[in-house]
């Protein structure tokens, strides 16, 4: 089993970076994939960014405004934010895989914290 745990949202205005954590405990080892997810409240959630070693992978919206790193000593991913937009604002989960691929799809990860509230306004 493994326990994930994020941190880090806020409220931030336009432009600005926030950085998300999230820790992973009990038997982080297993899970070689590590992601972040957001949602809407009314809409489907959607995939953000995601990472196995150094390599990573991320949205198409948020490519060159979001980096998505990972500190294996610490079971920890971060999620760093850069130039926030209002359509930013939604709840982050974080996600963790078994299967060593990198997904894009919600149904295919394993484990999920119970998410960060980032919301961006004026």
């Known amino acids: 089993q493994v326990h994930l745990v994020e941190s880090g949202g806020g409220l931030v205005q336009p432009g600005d970076s926030l950085t998300l954590s999230c820790a992973a405990s009990?038997?982080?080892?297993?899970?070689?994939?590590m992601g972040w997810f957001r949602q809407v409240l009314g809409k489907e959630r959607e995939f953000v960014a995601a990472i196995r070693w150094t390599v990573s992978t991320v949205a198409d919206s948020v490519k060159g405004r979001f980096t998505i790193s990972r500190e294996y000593a610490n079971n920890t991913i971060y999620l760093r934010m850069n130039n926030l937009e209002y359509e930013d604002t939604a709840v982050y989960f974080c996600a963790a895989r078994r299967a060593s691929d990198i997904q894009r799809t919600t149904s295919l990860y394993d484990y999920w914290g119970q998410g960060t509230q980032v919301t961006v306004s004026s």
């Open positions: 009990g038997r982080a080892s297993s899970v070689p994939v």
